[in-house]
T-cell receptor, first 113, second 111 residues
Framework: NAGVTQTPKFRVLKTGQSMTLLCAQD?????MYWYRQDPGMGLRLIHY???????AKGEVPDGYNVSRLKKQNFLLGLESAAPSQTSVYFC????????????FGPGTRLTVT | DAKTTQPNSMESNEEEPVHLPCNHS???????IHWYRQLPSQGPEYVIH???SNVNNRMASLAIAEDRKSSTLILHRATLRDAAVYYC????????????FGTGTKLQVIP
């Protein structure tokens, strides 16, 4: 049981390039989330999904797109990367049980130059 | 969304108890109180959660005020491995997405 895994762990992009971050969970959780964390700030929710085929916007969705084609995977896409998107990105998942905790991945450190 | 307020930082001596406070004066009746911690260079990990009654688990205890407007995470004997940022968050039992992680409390454990 690997829990929540994220690919890649590190990436450097040039401004304007695109990339996709992959989050995978093997716990059969319904809910999945993408957060970003910047120095001196807490985690901010980018997008989330309450089930396969559904996605919704969080606090800071601009510049990102997501897809949840399979229950176990949640993809975060940057179509045209900007330096403001330099951050550490965390994925999390949670079962549908009320009040239950989120399980976080190890993070992806993205630098946009 | 209900907001939480925590001190930016705290210090504790190793093997001493630590009480991490959290204020949530606008908490609603359907909000669970969750605590997470984030060790350096890692993703957050769940610590404990509760609704109204005090809770204990192998990691910590959670003391919830009778009016639920504040709570305290208690680490009974701080170790160096407990040095982390601790987040107090509120999760509405009716919803699934409205969770805001603030800046948390950075706990330093002194040997």
């Amino acid at each position: 049981n690997a829990g929540v895994t994220q690919t890649p762990k590190f990436r450097v992009l040039k401004t304007g390039q695109s990339m996709t971050l992959l989050c995978a969970q093997d716990m059969n959780h319904e809910y999945m989330y993408w957060y970003r964390q910047d120095p001196g700030m807490g985690l901010r929710l980018i997008h989330y999904s309450v089930g396969e085929g559904t996605t919704a916007k969080g606090e800071v969705p601009d510049g990102y797109n997501v897809s949840r084609l399979k229950k176990q995977n949640f993809l975060l896409g940057l179509e045209s990367a900007a330096p403001s998107q330099t951050s550490v990105y965390f994925c999390a998942s949670r079962p549908i049980v009320r009040g239950n905790e989120q399980y976080f991945g190890p993070g992806t450190r993205l630098t946009v130059t | 969304d209900a907001k939480t307020t925590q001190p930016n930082s705290m210090e504790s001596n190793e093997e001493e108890p630590v009480h991490l406070p959290c204020n949530h004066s606008t908490i609603s009746g359907t909000d669970y109180i969750h605590w997470y911690r984030q060790l350096p260079s890692q993703g957050p990990e769940y610590v404990i959660h509760g609704l109204t009654s005090n809770v204990n688990n192998r990691m910590a205890s959670l003391a919830i005020a009778e009016d639920r407007k504040s709570s305290t995470l208690i680490l009974h004997r701080a170790t160096l491995r407990d040095a982390a940022v601790y987040y107090c968050i509120l999760r509405d039992v009716r919803g699934y997405q409205k969770v805001t992680f603030g800046t948390g409390t950075k706990l330093q454990v002194i040997p």
